[in-house]
């Protein structure tokens, strides 16, 4: 009796398996009929990147200025680990993706009004690049958003936000 339940629920996930992976290909009117006698809406639709996709990877840069000249930029990524170990736990990920938030967020904000200086997503933004490694001397940092995409002839980069310079009382010590 135990493994004729077994053999149900085995056969019950399989095909649940099935008609959600062809659900995925939007494969026509029998697809709309079929999750129609299928209650609350157990047949999931994946859809990543609908309505509006990402046409444009948006990054964190700062730069530092020492002896009143500003260094070069730098990026801002937390890097991915291991290959081998990616697929079971990837916490740099984590990093990267509370990174693209924060920079959407900020984005989204009226760019010409000043209260975006004390929003939650200029402040954290600020607080990540405040909490990089950077050589002693340094007085001043500034970030930026910089946008980049890819047509079909050509790459683009815009700057998407500028953020004002900030004096740095204290460096922390550069980590070599």
């Not at 990054?59 to 500003?70: A, I, Q, Y």
């Not at 801002?76 to 170990?85: E, P, Q």
């Not at 200029?122 to 930026?144: E, K, N």
Request: with cysteine; net charge positive; charged share 20%.
């Amino acid at each position: 009796m135990q493994d004729l339940r077994l053999v149900a629920l085995a056969a019950v996930l399989t095909a649940w398996w099935t008609i959600s992976a062809l659900n995925q290909f939007h494969s026509g009117a029998w697809m709309r009929r079929v999750r129609r006698h299928i209650p609350l809406e157990l047949i999931p639709l994946w859809t990543f990147f609908a309505p509006n996709p990402a046409r444009a990877d948006s990054r964190l840069v700062w730069r530092e200025e020492h002896s009143s000249k500003w260094g070069n930029w730098r990026e801002l990524h937390f890097g991915f680990a291991s290959a081998g170990g990616r697929w079971l736990a990837n916490p740099e990920l984590i990093l990267n993706k509370a990174v693209s938030d924060l920079v959407g967020s900020l984005l989204s904000l009226p760019k010409e009004d000043r209260s975006v200086l004390l929003s939650s997503a200029y402040l954290t933004l600020l607080s990540i690049v405040l909490a990089q490694p950077r050589p002693a001397g340094c007085s001043s940092l500034q970030f930026a958003v910089v946008r980049t995409s890819a047509g079909p002839f050509d790459r683009r980069v815009e700057v998407a936000y500028l953020s004002e310079a900030h004096e740095v009382a204290d460096p922390i010590p550069h980590v070599c």
